[in-house]
């Protein structure tokens, strides 16, 4: 059985759970990016039109590749047809979409080579936009051969939106397994924030509830790790509050990197709101990590977050846009050190036996032989 995933990026540095659904069961796997129509194949060069490719011998290279007759018949768009003619090259059994845009632009060439359809969405595709997508997401949700969300709140959405609630399935994203070998080797007050630096994160309202810990305990430092449009806000931010030798803006870090600041930290800390234009997180994986990595976790009743953390149990919740309420559970956290430890401990234990990426490319598998095999 061959498995096509379709992802509009190739190395989004916060989108590695994509990377990781290569290894979902199956002969062969095969990754197409670069648009929702995707315009490259991994290790397989240029397939379709891209603004790069135009040039004499890759525009004569493409007129080569196209079966005039066949495009008429077909009724697909040249960038479509050409996406088909990949796909049956190398007899591409299932196709797994990621984000819901994706699984709207490939459905036609699908339904043309009767292919079975799964359509994963994520988080921004099902919240900010959903203005644009919603009738095409109608036809969608109806023709999917299944529908993969990463939150109950968003299963939820898919099923009132018209998903059969026989094709939908439940599957966050899990952390990479390097994070369940985190050992913790505390060094004074440290906090660690992973994320991009966007609307629906509020990284300026984790620094401005740190300085309310900075007022408390003057030693405190906040490590922040991402990048982003609001990232030089934030560094401004933080000057203006007086925290620049407070809080570190380390950019992008490897996996290993940040698992190095997860062992020197006391708690992870996160934000996450509904932004401006809707949009909303998934599950994010970010917060798994610092579960994995027996920290608790300090973020908000959000999304998928609620599923993750279990209040007072594996971390501490506050509202959105709670800066107080989140100040004071970081305090807390300082203030309760040996139940803090607990807390992370039991959010390993919560994670691993709940939402794995073992776990997590199990199911996919599974929903993957199953459209496979028709069912």
Known sequence: MNLAIISPGKNIYSETFIQA???????????YYGGTIPSFLENDGVMNLTASSFNK??????????????WIKSGLSLKEHLFAQSLKKKKIDVVLAEFGPTGVACLNVCKYLKIPLITHFHGYD???????????????????????????EMVQSLIMLGADP?????????????????????????????????????PYYVIMAFKEVVNRYPNAILNMVGTGPLFD???????????SSSINFFG??????????????IAYVQHS???GNGDKEGTPVGIMEASA??????????????????????????????VKGMAENMLWIIENSESALRMGQKGRIFVKDNYSLERHISILSSIVKKAYNGE
């Open 21 to 31: 659904h290569k290894s979902i069961a199956a002969d062969n796997v095969f990754f």
């Open 57 to 70: 011998k890759s525009i004569i290279k493409l007129v080569f590749k196209i079966n005039l007759i066949k």
């Open 126 to 152: 099902i919240t900010s936009a959903l203005d644009e997508y919603k009738d095409r997401y109608k036809v969608l949700l109806k023709e999917c051969k299944y529908v993969v969300g990463v939150s109950t």
């Open 166 to 202: 026989k094709k939908v399935v439940y599957t966050p994203c899990g952390p990479s397994p390097i994070f369940y070998n985190t050992n913790r080797n505390l060094k004074g007050i440290s906090f660690v924030s992973v994320g991009r630096f966007v609307d629906k994160k509020a």
């Open 233 to 243: 806000t934030c560094v401004n931010l933080s000057k203006y509050l007086g925290l």
């Open 252 to 265: 992008v870090k490897t996996p290993e990197e940040i698992q190095e600041l997860h062992s020197h930290s």
């Open 273 to 275: 709101i509904t932004a």
């Open 293 to 322: 990595s027996a920290l608790p976790v300090i973020s908000t009743y959000h999304a998928g977050i609620k599923d993750v953390v279990v209040h007072r149990e594996t971390g501490l919740l506050c509202d959105e846009h709670d």
